[in-house]
């Protein structure tokens, strides 16, 4: 695999997906230079683009949708994402969403996962309790970080054949 930085864009709300991000980042940073940007942290998502050859995508599932962010990121960033290779992944406690005709035709991405969620009570708003209460829902951890970890290999060995 060249060594052509990987950036890892994620889009958490409470952190779970971040955490996803970090594990596929830590996987691949053996190989290569594979950094992360957490939508939390200051600056743009797009900063780093431009160097990267090769970029995974990572949003949550909110009421059967990506997160908007991360809609709003892939389609402002089509264009450049269209020239990279573009890995996504989701993480919810339903299946995983993989229609991608809301995607800007150039991107097309090289793979798209679907990971487990987590539940954290403390962390939920009091809304998405109530809503998460009513739907009988309680804490719970469903990422396989083994899972996971094959994924981030299965992205190196697709780039090798690059
Ligand atoms: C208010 C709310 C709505 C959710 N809606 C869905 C949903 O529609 N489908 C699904 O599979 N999971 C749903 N989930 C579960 C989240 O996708 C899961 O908790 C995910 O790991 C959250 O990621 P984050 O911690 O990175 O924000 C929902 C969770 C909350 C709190």
């Known amino acids: 695999m060249s060594g052509l930085p990987i950036r890892v864009v994620t889009f958490s709300r409470h952190g779970s997906t971040d955490e ?3 594990w596929v980042a830590r ?5 290569v230079d594979a950094s992360v940007y957490q939508n939390d942290s200051t600056g743009d998502p797009e900063t780093g683009l431009g160097a990267a050859s090769r970029v995974v995508v990572g949003m949550p599932v909110y009421a059967n949708h990506w997160r908007p962010e991360a809609r709003r990121f892939l389609n402002r960033c089509a264009s450049t994402l269209g020239q990279r ?8 406690l339903g299946g995983g969403l993989d229609d991608l ?3 800007e035709p150039e991107l097309v991405p090289v ?3 679907h ?11 009091v809304p998405e309790r109530m809503l998460m209460r009513a739907l009988g829902q309680t804490s719970c951890d ?3 970080r083994a899972d996971v970890e094959a994924w981030a ?9 690059t």
């Open 27 to 31: 996987s691949l940073a053996g190989l």
């Open 101 to 103: 005709d809301h995607l």
């Open 85 to 92: 290779e573009v890995w996504l992944f989701t993480c919810s």
């Open 115 to 125: 990971f487990g969620g987590k539940l954290d009570w403390d962390r939920l708003a």
């Open 20 to 22: 996803v991000g970090r």
């Open 142 to 144: 469903r990422r396989s």
């Open 153 to 161: 290999a299965s992205i190196v060995r697709t780039a090798a054949l």
């Open 111 to 113: 793979g798209l996962a």
